[in-house]
């Protein structure tokens, strides 16, 4: 699961990270949650970037709203879903990010909020696809989804699953459409966890509105009623 991820740079980071050109205005994201606006490089324009909504409308399912339950799916069965199977061979795409949130939860009813970044808190990007549909106006919006995998060492000690973290060199391989579909499936593996590292951020990330640099900081373990706890 990947519910909620960052991406902490600037226009000019991004643009350099990944060779690509941004047209739109861009401006840190550090709250980023489903049925959003954000950049992402995709397989037909991969020297610039998209703006799509994150939550995926297959395209047989015209006259439909963002879908916010299809944020995710799992790199295991991609190829059997009709869902996801023609996007995942036709309209592949990167997600910049710069780190993930995921919640432990303590108890039944206490969660706890971590970040996962690489070391240093580089730009990286998710494995996704993407599709376009009609909206009842007529128009034709673009949606992603994010590809998750089986979690690494360190991100099993808060969850079950994990977003798929593309290496810096598979990254035109994930976008370029004549990669086999056997290569493709074996990109779809635990990030190392020897590259990554996590730390406690405040409850306010629970909270979509609050988007701001607060968010990423390291704070001491809180639960969302923001108590301290020695749980985290």
């Known amino acids: 699961m990947c519910g909620r991820y960052s991406l902490a740079k600037t226009k000019i980071d991004l643009e350099n990270r990944f060779a690509a050109e941004m047209l739109e205005p861009f401006e840190p994201r550090y709250n980023i949650a489903p049925s959003q606006l954000v950049p992402v490089i995709t397989s037909d324009s991969p020297k610039g970037f998209s703006h799509f909504y994150w939550g995926l409308t297959p395209a047989f399912a015209k006259n439909k709203p963002v879908a916010t339950k299809l944020i995710n799916a799992r790199a295991e069965t991609i190829t059997e879903k009709v869902t ?31 970040r996962f970044v690489q070391h240093g808190e580089e730009l990286f990007a998710f494995a996704g696809i993407w599709e376009e549909y009609e909206t009842e106006k007529g128009d034709i919006a673009h949606t992603f989804l994010i590809l998750t995998t089986s979690p690494n060492q360190l991100t099993s000690e808060i969850h079950d699953r994990m977003p798929v973290i593309l290496k810096k060199e598979q ?62």
């Open 171 to 232: 990254e035109s391989k994930w976008l370029d459409l004549t990669t086999p579909e056997e290569t493709l499936l074996e990109m779809l593996q635990p990030y190392p966890d020897s590259e990554m590292m996590k730390y406690t951020v405040s409850p306010m990330v629970n909270q979509v509105a609050n988007d701001n640099p607060y968010v990423i900081r390291k704070t001491l373990p809180m639960d969302q009623f923001g108590n301290y706890t020695l749980f985290g």
């Open 84 to 114: 996801f199977k023609s996007a995942f061979k036709k309209h592949r795409c990167l997600v910049p990010a710069d780190g993930f949130y995921e919640w432990k939860k303590i108890g039944k009813k206490t969660k706890v909020p971590y």
